[in-house]
Every structure is written in C-alpha cells, then in structure tokens.
C-alpha cells in the first residue's frame, strides 16, 4: 500500500464513524421525546396468589416501554405505568391474557396512581 492511499482511507473512516455518532444522536433524541408515562389499571381475572402477580408482571415487563408494573391478587389488578409513545393498552393486555388471566377492565389514568 502506497503512502498517498492511506490518507484516504483515514478520511473514509472517519467519515463512518461520523454518521455512525450522528444516527446514536438522533436515536437518543427521539427517547428523550419518550419520557412522559401514562398509568393504567388492569383489573384482572383469575389471580389467587403471589405466584400469579409474578406471573403477570413478568409477562408486562417484557413488553418495551414498561416503567413499572405492581399487580395484587387482592386487589385483583395491576398497575402499570408505560411509555405510550413506545408501548400501548392493546399491548398491555395482551401480555395480561398471554400469561394465562383475563382481562376484566382497562382504566386509564386511575386515581391511586403510585405503582409502588
């Protein structure tokens, strides 16, 4: 290889890796338009156990844009607090029946908000 070739492939390569930072940068742009959630309550049917809150909340964390997710067999619900703008409520339930419940009611926005 020659002496006046190298250059060139100095500037091709810095030329890649130009566009490979510049594509990171907009990528990180549009997550940062992502960062308001939405909260909703699932109420569920069929959960008798901690085992099956497990289940549940396995089954929504999977999902991308899941913030958080609190379900009880108590209360018969779930909590979820989602990014809309990378997850929705369609998806949401059907992670729910995926896990083997059912769905009972979808309640956006509820007042007990705290997924805790």
Avoid: W
């Avoid at 809309?84 to 979808?106: H, R």
Wanted: positive net charge.
């Amino acid at each position: 290889m020659s002496t006046k070739t190298t250059p060139n492939y100095l500037f091709f390569i810095l030329a890649a890796l130009l566009l490979i930072s510049c594509g990171r940068e907009r990528k990180t742009e549009k997550a940062g338009m992502q960062n308001e959630t939405s909260f909703i309550e699932v109420s569920i049917g069929g959960m008798t156990c901690t085992g099956c809150e497990q289940t549940i909340q396995a089954g929504i964390t999977k999902l991308e844009g899941i913030k958080s997710v609190k379900a009880s067999h108590v209360a018969g619900n779930a909590l979820v607090e989602y990014y809309p703008g990378i997850t929705d409520t369609v998806k949401i339930k059907a992670a729910v029946t995926g896990s083997g419940y059912i769905v009972l009611k979808l309640t956006p926005n509820p007042v007990n908000q705290a997924a805790e």
